[in-house]
């Protein structure tokens, strides 16, 4: 059995201690927000945070999240108010087919609260999350927007 914090919740769960975040997220707790994209933590649709910082949940081992807070995208908007980078993903009409917002909405946030106002530069060095629709000029406006909600 492993004892995760999820959301504010201590969840137990009877897994491998071996098994990925991501799979011990989705199958184990039902929380399908966290989506699968690579498996090898290249494109972000995975991401998490792991104590504040974002992870690719995909390459991480259930054993090394013990004792930490885990926030997956179910547990950023509170009360189904929705936080100022979710707002600004919907002004800007960032997601198309949407595949990979989960992930990004999640490095985006962990962006902005380790940098309130981002440069571009800073931008393209911490979200390297992919987007196969090619949304990267509107998730970098809606980033900007964030910034200044």
């Not at 137990?12 to 990925?20: G, I, M, N, Q």
């Not at 259930?62 to 995208?73: C, L, R, Y």
Request: proline content about 5%.
């Amino acid at each position: 059995m492993a004892s995760l914090n999820i959301n504010g919740k201590t969840i137990e769960l009877d897994v491998d201690p071996a098994t990925p975040l991501l799979w011990a997220l989705r199958e184990q707790a039902g929380l399908t927000g966290t989506k699968y994209g690579c498996g090898i933590a290249q494109c972000g649709a995975c991401t998490v945070h792991v104590d504040g910082a974002p992870v690719r949940s995909c390459s991480v081992p259930v054993s090394a999240v013990q004792g930490t807070k885990i926030t997956t995208i179910e547990g950023l908007a509170v009360n189904g108010v929705l936080t100022k980078v979710q707002k600004a993903w919907l002004d800007h009409e960032v997601p198309q087919c949407g595949y990979c917002q989960s992930g990004m909405i999640m490095a985006v946030t962990a962006l902005l609260d380790n940098k309130p106002d981002p440069t571009d530069a800073d931008i393209d060095g911490a979200i390297t999350n992919i987007c196969r629709c090619g949304t990267f000029q509107q998730v970098r406006d809606a980033i900007h927007a964030a910034a200044k909600a």
